[in-house]
């Protein structure tokens, strides 16, 4: 079995919660991989299954990002505490304290984000980046979910904008009416895993950063983020990336399109039948992608 250590280390006078999973059997040269999770807040659980690559002979990190999980919580920081920079802070002192002088990185949704976010700053360390159901900006993001909304029944939608109108997006009603949204184009698998059933239980348990970054669900987005937009730095990555995203994604192909267009030397894949969650829905065809990507720049 994969050997796994948790641990926590200093970030400031906060701290940062990190879980490291080592492979039974080291391969010479295959660099590790450290996984940024979404939401901003989800937490790490709901990517628990890519410690399977270490299969593949190399490390595998995940942490919580500050205010959500195992990390520090700040429920009472205000709203411009919660910055893309905070989190790209937070990353660079990782990499000092676990002492990584080279790796790969890999993004999930928000997590895509801010592996965009850090890979645009030049880090020496970085040999390649995974953009997984990413947003290049949150108005083009919008755009798509205003998309995905048209194509609902007529009486959700209904339900969603009345909700929303009134500010009752907490109403059991509207919560209903938003996981059609959700089982369409967020996790397609039933029941709900219970790894992403976690992430989001903790996220709903202590929502600040979700809240303020993102705003109270997926698609209604009026957070501090609904402004980020990260193309017109695209250009800046010098990496080779791999953006994957699903069929039915709620981060449609107009979303993620500026990063293939923009980052020099970028691929895409598109996994059928697959939505936000692809890890969840095709572990085993996600993980093989991931993992050819990752053994073709270990050098």
Request: aromatic letters at 8%; hydrophobic letters at 40%; one cysteine or more.
């Amino acid at each position: 079995m994969p050997e796994v250590t948790n641990t926590t280390i200093p970030f400031g006078e906060y701290s940062t919660w990190v879980s490291i999973t080592e492979p039974d059997e080291p391969r010479a040269g295959a660099l590790p991989l450290i996984v940024l999770h979404g939401g901003p807040g989800m937490a790490h659980n709901y990517l628990q299954n890519l410690r399977a690559l270490t299969d593949t002979g190399r490390t595998v990190i995940l942490y919580d990002q500050l205010g959500c999980g195992n990390s520090t919580h700040l429920p009472d920081a205000p709203a411009d505490f919660w910055t893309p920079q905070l989190f790209v802070d937070e990353f660079q002192n990782l990499l000092a304290q676990l002492r990584i002088t080279e790796y790969h990185l890999l993004g999930q949704s928000w997590g895509g984000m801010l592996g965009a976010e850090i890979a645009t700053r030049g880090p020496a360390g970085l040999r390649s980046l995974a953009i997984c159901n990413s947003p290049a900006s949150m108005a083009l993001w919008a755009e798509g979910a205003t998309a995905l909304r048209a194509e609902l029944p007529d009486d959700v939608q209904r339900t969603l904008t009345a909700h929303e109108n009134d500010g009752t997006v907490t109403d059991p009603e509207y919560l209903r009416a938003a996981e059609v949204f959700y089982q369409r184009h967020v996790c397609r698998v039933v029941p709900t895993p219970a790894d992403f059933a976690a992430s989001e239980d903790q996220m709903e348990a202590e929502p600040t950063v979700y809240h303020t970054m993102n705003g109270p669900n997926e698609f209604h987005v009026v957070g501090t983020l609904r402004d980020w937009s990260i193309i017109d730095r695209l250009d800046h990555v010098a990496v080779p990336t791999l953006v994957v995203a699903g069929e039915f994604d709620e981060a449609t192909p107009a979303t993620w399109a500026p990063f293939v267009a923009h980052i020099p030397n970028a691929t895409s894949h598109v996994f059928p039948d697959a939505s936000h969650c692809v890890h969840l829905e095709h572990p085993e065809a996600f993980r093989q992608v991931i993992a050819t990507f990752l053994s073709q720049h270990d050098d």
